[in-house]
């Protein structure tokens, strides 16, 4: 069964940290694009950061440069996502979605695939 399945969200308060982990199974991560999109309540879902897999070319929304890194783990055919000096307005439900690298536009592609079951993020004091 091909699926990807998050973990690593929860509450924090705003200036600390989290590290999201999205892990395949049933399908290597070669040749795909990974991508963190983030929905919060009343608004549309909106790709974070991307990766690709293979060449490690990435993509991050202007509002977490600086912030967020997303990096690969090759050991355990993952993506992570570390969110440093949190905000309130990062507070959404995290998801992670894979697809086949192909354009060039690592969230498009990985937008494409699967999808994970998303993971809450609070920040919140």
């Known amino acids: 069964q091909l699926q990807l399945v998050e973990s690593g969200g929860g509450l924090v308060q705003p200036g600390g940290s989290l590290r999201l982990s999205c892990a395949a199974s049933g399908f290597t991560l070669d040749g795909y694009a990974i991508g963190w999109f983030r929905q919060a309540p009343g608004k549309e879902r909106e790709g974070v950061s991307c990766i690709n897999y293979s060449d490690g070319n990435t993509y991050e929304q202007d509002s977490v440069k600086g912030r967020f890194t997303i990096s690969r783990d090759n050991a355990k055919n993952a993506v992570s996502l570390q969110m440093n000096s949190l905000k309130p307005e990062d507070t959404a439900v995290y998801y992670c979605?894979?697809?086949?690298?192909?354009?060039?536009?690592?969230?498009?592609?990985?937008?494409?695939?699967?999808w994970g079951q998303g993971a809450q993020v609070t920040v919140s004091s």
């Open positions: 979605a894979a697809g086949k690298a192909g354009t060039g536009y690592v969230c498009y592609d990985a937008r494409q695939g699967y």
